[in-house]
């Protein structure tokens, strides 16, 4: 896609990027950028860098070299703009709080509600969980997720898996593989342990692709969806 079809606006939040303790830009109009569908960029504008920037994109903070650093724009709607690879900085900022993984995208909600439904997880005709406190999460653009206590789970089924991932509206999760049958299904299951402030309610809470199981919701078998995580 080129950049003139990329859908693109200023944001409203003081954004600062650092570098080996070095700030390295400063701006209260970034411009978010959506590259993907799913969550923007922030590009920045030229005139907000603190440190200068090799054209081929070199970061030079505190004597580090930081090759391709970012990218310059000269021609288009984005020229004029600079945008910096994700891990080429040590500490993203908006306002005071740092963020992680990529920006939040001003146009996606989460909510979590908790709930009395009767929630039965099974695959393959073989029930993996069986609760009535589940905790919904609603993110907009993908299906409702129910996450679980672990007592409700049928943790000799799982294994604990070193695989995390990182969201940057929930926080770090950790994984269990499910072994079932002597078949071993890969990061089957996640929990958040110590989720950000916001998404504290799912805390300890696991959780399952609905694209990948078969869930019973007070007896209704729910149609899996189509998302990213599809198989």
Known sequence: MTTEALRHEVGPKRVRGFAAGELVFDTTRPLLVWEIQYYPAYYVAEADLRLPLSPEGELIAAGRRIAEAAVRHTEGPLAGYVRFRWDALDEWLEEDEPIYG??????????????????????????????????????????????????????????????????????????????????????????????????????GLASFYNEKVDLLVDGELLPRPQSPFSD
Not at 109 to 120: G, N, Y
Not at 144 to 171: H, M, N, W
Not at 184 to 195: G, K, L, N, Q, T
């Open 102 to 203: 990529h920006p939040r995208d001003p146009y996606k909600r989460v909510d979590i509600l908790r709930s009395s439904r009767h929630v039965r997880v099974l695959l393959d005709g073989v029930t993996l969980a069986n609760t009535h406190r589940p905790t919904v999460l609603y993110e907009t653009g993908l299906p409702a997720r129910f996450y679980i206590p672990i007592p409700d789970l049928r943790q000799e089924l799982l294994v604990p898996s070193e695989t995390t991932s990182l969201c940057p509206y929930k926080g770090w999760a950790s994984y269990w593989h499910l072994v079932r049958d002597g078949q071993r299904f890969e990061d089957f299951v996640w929990c958040y342990r110590s989720p950000f402030a916001e998404s504290q309610k799912i805390a």
